[in-house]
Structures are given as structure tokens and as C-alpha cells.
């Protein structure tokens, strides 16, 4: 089935540990988004890509790092310079081409630090 | 992109129509309103979208007033698995979505 998977489901970061969370689409969407969730909030923006080799920075890009190495692929790295880095985090896909903007979700990540 | 404004928090009876506002007045003429939905823990859910006319689809119908500065999402027929936060959202071409705190839907047997 076509769709947005994320891995893992649950996470658990140490202190100082960078962890990659992962994202992959085969729904040949262009545009790949991560989104960071807090309990009881909306989703923030952390950063976005709309082409293979090119991001862009969102709301809350600090303490973060992405690749776009693959069309299908938008791996997120949580570093040690996140201080508060317990959330759901969310991936979502789009295709560039359409004229609207709808984006389609993964079931989510949740990053917990021990 | 254009600010939206939901209430906080709704509650339907099950079997009755939910009938969810928004506010978009600053919405700038190529904006598209969208709504999207998320039950607990899980990825939001696209419902439907509009720009100038009313929309309906297997999900829901979206009514967009005349002027555009509000829209009504309507569930016609909620169940309890409609309970979740639905939100709002006024953007154009590809930019990034911008969540607000969205409206909690409680629908109760």
C-alpha cells in the first residue's frame, strides 16, 4: 500500500545521544515535512524539503538536522544540542505538483530522554 | 498565511450533525482553506478543502461564507470516532501548514 512510514514508533534518547528518527514515502510526493508535537499543543515546523538536496529551516530548526539524499527518504537527527527533545514527532509528504496543498502523514514517532 | 481562530472545544451528541467554525478574516484571495483532524496519537488526517466554493466528500462538507472570512466544517452524522482535534488551516501553493491548537471535538453516546 502507498503511504508514509515512520520508525520507530517509540523512541528513547540518552543524555549527550544523537538519534535519527526515520521517514519514507512511496507515494512519489516531492515535498517532505517534520513537525514536532507537544502534549496538548499543535504541530511546529522543523524543517522542510521541497527537492532532493534542498531544505529549508522551519520554526523550531535548533537542535535538529535532516537529509534529502533520496526522494522517498527525509531522515531526522534529534542532536544533544536539543535540551527538550520529548515529543511525537510527525513526517508528512505532499506532492509538489498539485495545486493544492495536502499533506499526508506517517503514524509518528515518540521520543522520550531517559 | 492567514491567521484562523477555532473555539477551543466543541461536544456533538452521536447520530447529529457537528458542525465546526472558523475564523480566517485576513484570507488573501489565492488561500486555500483546509481542514485536517487528529485522533489521539496518531498523524493528522486530511479532510477536505475549499477556496471559494462549497465542497463535499465522503468525510464531510466544508461551507466557505460569501466574503470568505469563515468556513463551517460539518460532520454530517458523527460518530464516536470522529471524536478527536480538528483543525483549521488558510494557506496558498506549497507553503508549509501552520497548526493552531485546533478545536476538540468530544462526541458523546
Known amino acids: 500500500d502507498g503511504g508514509i512510514t515512520q520508525s520507530p514508533k517509540y523512541l528513547f534518547r540518552k543524555e549527550g545521544q544523537n538519534v535519527t528518527l526515520s521517514c519514507e514515502q512511496n507515494l512519489n510526493h516531492d515535498a517532505m515535512y517534520w513537525y514536532r508535537q507537544d502534549p496538548g499543543q499543535g504541530l511546529r515546523l522543523i524543517y522542510y524539503?521541497?527537492?532532493?538536496?534542498?531544505?529549508q529551516k522551519g520554526d523550531i530548526a535548533e537542535g535538529y538536522s535532516v537529509s534529502r539524499e533520496k526522494k522517498e527518504s527525509f531522515p531526522l537527527t534529534v542532536t544533544s544540542a536539543q535540551k527538550n527533545p520529548t515529543a511525537f514527532y510527525l513526517c508528512?509528504?505532499?506532492?509538489?505538483?498539485?495545486?493544492?496543498?495536502?499533506?499526508?502523514f506517517g503514524a509518528g514517532t515518540r521520543l522520550s530522554v531517559l | 498565511d492567514a491567521k484562523t481562530t477555532q473555539p477551543t472545544s466543541m461536544d456533538c451528541a452521536e447520530g447529529r450533525a457537528a458542525n465546526l467554525p472558523c475564523n480566517h478574516s485576513t484570507i488573501s484571495g489565492n488561500e486555500y482553506v483546509y481542514w485536517y483532524r487528529q485522533i489521539h496519537s496518531q498523524g493528522p488526517q486530511y479532510i477536505i478543502h475549499g477556496l471559494k466554493n462549497n465542497e463535499t466528500n465522503e468525510m464531510a462538507s466544508l461551507i466557505i461564507t460569501e466574503d470568505r472570512k469563515s468556513s463551517t466544517l460539518i460532520l454530517p452524522h458523527a460518530t464516536l470516532r470522529d471524536t478527536a482535534v480538528y483543525y483549521c488551516?488558510?494557506?496558498?501553493?506549497?507553503?508549509?501548514?501552520?497548526f493552531g491548537k485546533g478545536t476538540r471535538l468530544s462526541v458523546i453516546a
Open positions: 488551516i488558510a494557506i496558498s501553493g506549497n507553503t508549509p501548514l501552520v
Open positions: 508528512a509528504s505532499t506532492s509538489h505538483r498539485a495545486p493544492v496543498n495536502i499533506q499526508y
Open positions: 524539503s521541497q527537492i532532493v538536496n534542498d531544505f
